[in-house]
């Protein structure tokens, strides 16, 4: 059997953890009374299952994107197509990015990040949704405030060198170890985003039209929706243009899943030259609404 899939003995030190956590409980259980007990173990309980719908939910809907961006990239890579070209044509979600972005370290760092904002918050997807849901107009805003992050960034990354540890790209000989390292790059990625989120929407109680923009932004780094889904909770949430706009940048340029994508591929420097360039994106977005 593998190493990895052993289970190690338990020494000393970790039978000693599971007596003391036995001895916790036991204590636990005889403090508090079941009428005490009970109510707060219900809401509890029904809060994390409501988590882990939320959680199943979103890897669920993920899924075929997450493949078919790793699937596109492997092929990409094994025919030495243009990458950032290629991610930026492609019409998909942006949960794609977490699976072939790890092949982008190795195209110019411009190119790079040109192909990880753009794609993301202004893929075809995305733009078609914004139009349907918040209007031309606000497609418009979103186009605008996009490019300026798009801009600011592939600005950055130009002045940043690269790290040592950046991502590899796949090897072009071996196209299912390719396929199956980027759909797991992939999938992690995104499954600590999604983590996040359904924990947040599952503590959410109260109504968020009276939120401010910085709040909004906030809340769209922390929920990290699908650029499909980003303007409908944004119409569901938010009553002023402004803030929308605001939601829908910060859910794709400030979101946890694009930092820790963008961490783990180009080094913490390059997120945070990402980041600072998508709160000017989304402070000159906001100024161009309520003009």
Known sequence: MPLRFRRSPFTYLRRIGLAVLVLVGLIAAASFPPAIVVPHAVAIATALARAWFYFCSMMVGAAPFLAAGALAASVAVRMRV??????????????????????LPHARPGLSAVAIVWGSCCNPLALYTTAAVLGPRMLLYRVIAGAIATALTAAAWSKIPAPAHAGTCAQPHNFSRSLVDLAGRGVTSFAIAAGVSAVFLALRTHSMHGLGP???????????????????????????PGTQLVFVIAAQCLDVRQLIVVYRSFGATRAAGACCAAIVACCIGRALVQR
């Not at 492609?90 to 990015?97: E, I, L, N, T, V």
């Not at 910085?214 to 002023?240: I, K, T, W, Y």
Request: aromatic share 8%.
């Open 82 to 103: 243009a990458l950032p070209l290629f991610a930026l044509l492609f019409p998909g979600c942006d949960c794609s990015m977490n699976a072939y972005a790890p092949s």
């Open 214 to 240: 910085s709040a909004a932004a906030l809340l769209g780094a922390v929920l990290s929706p699908c650029s499909s889904a980003d303007a409908l909770l944004a119409r569901a949430l938010f009553a002023e």
